[in-house]
């Protein structure tokens, strides 16, 4: 495990420990993920789902601003929504909510790339 793993995931069980109390606890076991939402070309005039609805725990999310202008992310987190364009860099913290990402090409002639969007995610399970 890496140093920063250890210490991330000491820190994340030391707050788990101190949120439920007086709880016994046999095992913690904490995993993390990184997901890589890679660049796409969106036709003129088009959509696409570019997360499904997708529940995290714990989760952190950049959006890199790499893509085209002309593509506007639509980014649903619980009962919130958020817009972006494609070329506009965003981080995103994501404490146990529902999130998807749908993103659509506004240019009605010509195709448009899509930002890529990394999404780190941690999860826990407690016994």
Known sequence: ?????AILGGALA???I???GLMRI?????SSSKTIIA????????TATLLPLTTYKFAIMLFHGDGDPQIQLSISVGSNSYTLNGNEQAIELIAGEQVSITATNTDTAN?????????AHITWVIS
Request: glycine letters at 10%; hydrophobic letters at 30%; charged letters at 20%.
């Open 14 to 16: 030391g707050g788990l």
């Open 26 to 30: 046999k095992s913690i076991t904490i």
């Open 39 to 46: 660049q796409r070309t969106l036709d003129a005039n088009s």
């Open 1 to 5: 495990m890496s140093e920063g793993k």
């Open 111 to 119: 195709p448009h790339n899509t930002p890529t969007i990394e999404i």
């Open 18 to 20: 101190s949120a439920i």
